[in-house]
């Protein structure tokens, strides 16, 4: 499977383990995007982690603008560990419009101040 070789991925169980607090961390540090891909909604191994994955970021973008983030820089995916080319897709979708938007101010900020 081929994707973007700057791209880092972290495994977890579940999507559901992810906690919106390390997601609104890394993007207001200077990560330039994150993507959050889960199973389909109601096909989670573990009964409802992609419906509580799918509640809790719900607001996650309306913080990420108030902490000066342009919410575009977070998606949420649904897709199947048996859908190998659309996950490397998406990863190359996201990307590409990550690509576009630039570095994150908020690095550039960082790296003007240090």
């Not at 982690?49 to 603008?65: C, H, I, S």
Request: charged share 25%.
């Amino acid at each position: 499977m081929q994707y973007p070789p700057h791209l880092r991925i972290i495994r977890v169980m579940c999507s559901g383990m992810v906690n919106p607090e390390l997601v609104v961390h890394a993007l207001t540090q200077g990560a330039d995007g994150v993507i959050i891909m889960g199973c389909h909604l109601g096909e989670c191994h573990y009964l409802e982690g992609n419906f509580k994955t799918d509640a809790r970021f719900e607001g996650t973008r309306v913080v990420l603008e108030n902490c000066g983030v342009d919410a575009e820089r977070f998606e949420t995916v649904w897709v199947s560990s048996a859908e190998a080319p659309k996950f490397a897709e998406n990863v190359v979708r996201f990307s590409e419009k990550i690509r576009k938007m630039g570095p994150n101010p908020l690095r550039v900020q960082k790296v003007v101040n240090a």
